[in-house]
């Protein structure tokens, strides 16, 4: 037994899980001090969805939001969410891109990279653990925990097995949809453990169903050595469970984090200013706190269920809201058993919806549908439905490779694509992943700078060769 350290999320999962990723950097800056004297594990700052959301809706280059929290958070480690071959979008890029995005992640601050797919599909984290080995930064690989008739504790034991051997810093056990329970979580925390060596196990869960502390404390037991946790003013609910109580429990017992209260009141009155003006703005509902026992029932985290009914509404069919829900594990067995987290999420959820308002399973099918059953996103956990995936492919081919090795080099041809807007090397990585949204924020960023009329005029000024 030993003492439990702690990530802190708040800066990132934290406020994507319970206010659609909307906190600013400048609500962050202030309390950066007093967040690194803390004496955290590590601080989750960046990726997830934290990209998107300041290129496409906070006007914020992210780039430099990371620069800015490495230079005000000199002392504890930073550490970014990274999706495999997705790096932080919804597709599959070349290496060349991937290895590129992993370097200048590192170079600008981060310490860890937690990796995953979210099929579970080791060949497509390859490149990225490399590539994080390479610059100098601790690969942290993470298990997209899920439940089916394949994702047995054997399936997840044998998967870290495979990761320690792949070269990971420290293994997670990423409980997106917080479907891992208190008794399973001890016997898997255990079984892993005692394969893999002196590699350190960490746990990432959600609130949503209202297990998540008791889960949280059953895995410390069972020797768990990091836990993911975020202060209370943006802790529990679809969030993780919160920092300040566990850091009480563990008071005083072996699993000790050795962690202020003090200092965590200090931060939490802080934040509470920032729930508040997130609460102002729309972004932040009290129904993201309630216990919702539809993540255990029908493995739906959080945040796919907001989408579900956001999809819902624009179509004006609310009413069906129970359907698809019920509709989601139908499909997602079709698909064979894809554990539901970014992307494979919103593409499962998305196509119940497409199901149940079309009044024919599939009539109404999406590209990225298609994608998963042709193999596009990588191997599926269990073998589809065979009826719908020659349905929907049609008399074509599933590819059986890793997707990536289709892919040729991409990095050059993005650079000529925007060589009129780069201004740093990464933005040539903020293009790739989001064409579109980061070329209006470019255009904005030039039209502050230089003018509204003299954005064109001065657009070879603005041009620092890459």
Avoid at 168 to 178: L, S
Wanted: glycine content about 6%.
């Amino acid at each position: 037994m030993k003492k439990v350290l702690i990530t802190e999320t708040i800066l990132r999962d934290a406020h994507q899980s319970q206010a659609a990723t909307r906190m600013k950097l400048s609500e962050m800056l202030p309390i950066a001090k007093q967040l690194d004297e803390v004496g955290y594990f590590s601080l989750e700052v960046w990726g997830g969805a934290t990209f998107d959301s300041c290129l496409r809706f906070l006007n914020e280059d992210p780039w430099e939001r990371l620069r800015q929290l490495r230079k005000a958070i000199p002392n504890t480690k930073l550490q970014m969410l990274f999706r495999g071959q997705n790096i932080l979008g919804y597709k599959h890029y070349a290496d060349d891109v991937v290895e590129k995005f992993v370097e200048m992640s590192i170079k600008n601050g981060i310490n860890i990279i937690r990796i995953f797919d979210a099929l579970n599909d080791v060949k497509n984290l390859d490149t990225a653990i490399k590539a994080t080995k390479k610059y100098g930064g601790l690969c942290e690989t993470a298990m997209s925990y899920t439940v089916s008739p394949v994702h047995d504790r054997d399936y997840f034991i044998n998967l870290a097995v495979k990761l320690a051997e792949m070269g990971a810093d420290i293994i997670c056990i990423k409980d997106m949809a917080n479907l891992l329970l208190p008794f399973e979580a001890y016997e898997l925390v255990k079984g892993i453990k005692a394969k893999i060596g002196s590699i350190p196990v960490q746990l990432h869960t959600h609130n949503t169903s209202g297990t998540g502390d008791m889960t949280l404390l059953k895995a410390i037991e069972a020797g768990v050595d990091i836990v993911d946790t975020a202060l209370s003013p943006l802790g529990n609910g679809t969030s993780q469970p919160a920092t300040e109580p566990l850091v009480a429990t563990l008071k005083g017992t072996p699993y000790d984090t050795g962690l202020d209260l003090s200092k965590l009141s200090e931060c939490a009155a802080y934040f509470r200013t920032v729930q508040e003006r997130l609460k102002k703005d729309g972004f932040l509902s009290d129904k993201v706190l309630a216990v919702d026992v539809n993540a255990l029932l029908y493995q739906v985290p959080g945040g796919m269920l907001s989408n579900l009914i956001s999809q819902l509404k624009q179509q004006g069919k609310e009413d069906k809201y129970y359907e698809v829900l019920e509709e989601v594990p139908r499909v997602r067995k079709d698909m064979g058993y894809p554990p539901l987290v970014t992307p494979t999420s919103q593409i499962v959820g998305t196509q119940a919806v497409f199901n149940i308002i079309a009044g024919e399973r599939y009539k109404i099918v999406t590209k990225e549908t298609k994608g998963v059953l042709k193999g596009e996103y990588g191997t599926l956990p269990a073998e589809p439905n065979k009826e719908v995936q020659a349905k929907i492919l049609n008399g074509e081919t599933p590819i059986t490779c890793r997707p990536a090795d289709l892919l040729s080099p991409e990095l050059e041809s993005y650079k000529n694509e925007i060589k009129e807007y780069i201004e740093q090397e990464e933005d040539v990585l903020s293009y790739a992943l989001f064409p579109q949204v980061a070329t209006a924020f470019f255009k904005t960023r030039q039209a502050a700078k230089y003018g509204i009329d003299g954005a064109l005029a001065d657009k070879k000024n603005s041009v620092h060769p890459v």
